[in-house]
């Protein structure tokens, strides 16, 4: 038997030095673990679906240039930190300054700050669930701090551009770190995009940890190119009566993969999940998210909406974990999938697993087509079949998109929704 | 206008309309009576383009220009209206939305500019008061959740938008009360014009009282097997379908609607 494929030793290359020696240290020691690491395979149970799209070269293993050119003059109604190729780029970015609010690179931290941060770092996500989002650990070479005092307000939305230029091959290992102090409010939007065409990978880490009452949006939106893997993991541990809100808008690629972890540790959190995504031609998404009910009291609402045109291949893949403790919890999950052609493939699974006796839980999951008796009730009024496809297509994540908090988010997404339409939908 | 020649059409391989022969002139309204099952909605689908179901014989022209090439939004484009049976749901599409697409797709087709959204706004409230539908339905999703009376008012509403030269009403005043059905009827009677024509399917004299036809035509089998004038409607309100040598059960006082 072929032994299984293992992290080529390449990946685990000692990367750029320009971080404070507590985070260097940590990222040592997060790099021994992962030596031998077997990557996954059609065998692996959370991987079954996507292992056949993960191509990772030694090619890729190299680290993308740090400095270069970012696209993004782009204006944002908020504040805004560029990483070009995981690297924070000061001269495009626009940090907040303000009191009881930190926001720093990696690199500009002190002795202290970084120790302080290397002790916090890594504690969010289940190591044995997101395997090769650990890269980062073991590679990043900057990343975003927030810290926010208790009862701090970020006034404006955050927005971090992940910006990866693929002129060759290679990786970018971006990573965020959220220390949301006690009653603290923020919006951070993660727009992952890139240029150029050659294969590589963005392998991200994005972590909240929120302390009483903290209450923490983030929206995120993946819009990388068709040479792009995205490899992504975002973990939340959410205190007493914390509030947590996602919106994930993804586009997919030759592999797209979000893991997202969120344990409500405290009685009375909640957090609301949101995710539309978009797949054409051969493209592939990965959405995998799990939530913790550890506490009692706690709500979780999920609701996640696929759409697969042409040959592409979604997945969905949620887990509700109910600990025994965790009474008169409230979660509902719904994951609703539209398959636009008869080669477009959505495999959706969700995962219960309930220890408490006196609990709510409601989940459900469809797939189907477009319908055909409103699609000729549209268009026995004179609309053109092509648009009474995409109203209906709409329909179906309109809800979703109306709930994404920031308008220009909404507008981007429309942008790239419409393209979708276009190369979906022809002319008749 | 209209002209319809041995149509034969079949759904899932069973042949349903068995030849259907119907003249209708510009200005003239047409009703079509007939048992549960006998092909009405099978024909107005049928003139409406709905894809189910399969024309295995006979020819259709409208205006001269035969009807059955066209693709169904170009059969409407054309003029065609058919205001359905069952009214489809459509949540997540606002109901302006829909209404406004569906104007301007008609108005592109003509040459005309399209409405913006203000300016139609303002004229799908006015419409909308002509069938007495409150403008938050405007809001909502296309039928989504409205009554079955809501329904058929907003059917009307798109005919009295679309300005159609056939409009085909299938059981319009089915579920309606007495102030819905003469809404209803009024805003059919808005639409009865020198260039426009109707065909309603309609189980119901009392329609016929408001909206008044000029031909009624009975429908069985697939075939039509009488027509005649108004006095038509009001002998098979007394008589039911049984004189015609149509069995009992299949009578339209058992239709239940
Ligand atoms: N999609 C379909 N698949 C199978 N059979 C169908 C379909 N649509 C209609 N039929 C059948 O065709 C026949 C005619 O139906 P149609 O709806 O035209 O009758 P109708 O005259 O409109 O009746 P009603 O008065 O009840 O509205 C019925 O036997 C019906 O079951
Ligand atoms: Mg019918």
């Known amino acids: 038997m072929k032994p299984a494929p293992t992290l080529s030793a390449a990946f685990l290359e000692s990367a750029g030095q320009s971080l404070p020696k507590a985070l260097l240290d940590l990222r040592k020691q997060r790099g021994t673990a992962l030596v031998d690491m077997p990557l996954p395979t059609r065998k692996t149970e959370n991987w079954k679906y996507s292992s056949k799209y993960l191509k990772l070269t030694d090619e890729m293993a190299s680290s993308l240039p740090s400095q270069g050119k970012a696209l993004t003059g782009q204006e944002v109604p908020g504040y805004r930190i560029v990483f070009l190729n995981g690297v924070i780029q000061p001269e495009a970015s626009k940090f907040p300054q303000a009191d009881g609010i930190r926001i720093a690179s990696f690199r500009d931290l002190d002795d202290q700050e970084a120790a302080e941060l290397a002790d916090q770092l890594d504690n969010t996500l289940d190591d044995k669930a997101v395997q090769l989002a650990r890269l980062n650990a073991a590679r990043f070479e900057d990343g975003l701090l927030i810290r926010l005092k208790p009862d701090a307000v970020l006034d404006q939305p955050l927005f971090v551009i992940h910006e990866v230029t693929a002129d060759a091959s290679g990786s970018a290992f971006p990573r965020i770190f959220i220390d949301a102090g006690r009653h603290s409010q923020a919006t951070l939007v993660e727009e992952y995009r890139s240029s150029g065409s050659e294969p590589v990978m963005v392998n991200t880490v994005t972590e909240f940890q929120l302390a009483d009452g903290a209450n923490i949006t983030n929206l995120r939106l993946t819009m990388e190119g068709e040479n792009v893997q995205h490899i992504g993991a975002t973990g939340v541990r959410q205190q007493r009566n914390a509030r947590f809100e996602s919106h994930t808008v993804g586009f997919g690629g030759p592999l797209r993969r979000h893991d997202l972890q969120v344990r409500l540790e405290g009685e009375g959190g909640e957090c609301k999940l949101n995710g539309v995504v978009v797949t054409q031609g051969k493209q592939h998404y990965d959405n995998h998210t799990t939530i913790e009910h550890v506490a009692a009291h706690c709500n979780s609402e999920e609701t996640y909406r696929n759409i697969a045109a042409d040959q592409s291949h979604a997945v969905f893949n949620g887990r509700i974990h109910i600990h025994q403790d965790a009474q008169k919890s409230n979660a509902d999950m719904n994951n609703k999938n539209l398959l636009l052609s008869n080669g477009a493939e959505i495999d959706t699974k969700p995962e219960l697993e309930i220890y408490a006796d006196d609990v709510k839980c409601a989940h459900g999951a469809t797939i189907g087509q477009l319908d055909e008796i409103s699609l000729f009730y549209l268009v026995s009024r004179g609309i053109a079949r092509r648009e009474a496809n995409v109203l209906l297509t709409m329909a179906f994540i309109n809800e979703l998109v109306e709930q994404i908090p920031l308008e220009t988010v909404r507008e981007t997404a429309h942008t790239r929704l419409n393209q979708f339409f276009d190369q979906t939908f022809q002319e008749v | ?257």
């Open chain 2, 1 to 257: 206008m209209l002209s319809i020649k041995n149509l034969h059409a079949s759904v899932e391989g069973k042949e349903i309309l068995k030849g259907i022969n119907l003249e209708i002139k510009a200005g003239e309204v047409h009703a079509i009576m007939g048992p549960n099952g006998s092909g009405k909605s099978t024909l107005s689908q049928v003139l409406a383009g709905n894809e189910a179901f399969e024309v295995t014989e006979g020819e259709v022209t409208l205006n001269g220009e035969n009807l059955l090439d066209l693709e169904t939004e170009e059969r409407a484009r054309e003029g065609i209206f058919l205001a359905f049976q069952y009214p489809v749901e459509i949540p997540g599409v606002s109901n302006l939305q829909f209404l406004r697409t569906a104007v301007n797709a008609m108005r592109t087709h003509r040459g005309e500019e399209e409405m913006n959204a203000a300016e139609f706004m303002k004229l799908a409230k006015e419409v909308s008061k002509q069938v007495d539908l409150d403008p938050s339905f405007l809001k909502r999703g296309v039928n989504e959740g409205f009554s079955g009376g809501e329904k058929k008012r907003n059917e009307i509403m798109q005919a009295l938008l679309l300005q159609p030269k056939l409009a085909i009403l299938d059981e319009t005043d089915s579920g309606l009360d007495i102030d819905a059905l003469k809404v209803v009827s009024d805003g059919v009677n808005a639409l009865r014009s020198e260039d426009r024509a109707i065909l309603m399917v309609t189980h119901y004299q009392r329609l016929l009282n408001h909206i008044v036809p000029d031909y009624v035509h009975v429908l069985a089998g697939g075939r039509i097997i009488k027509s005649g004038g108004r006095e038509l409607a009001l002998e098979l309100e007394e008589k039911g379908y049984g004189w015609l040598g149509i069995k009992d059960e299949e009578t339209a006082d058992s239709a239940a609607n």
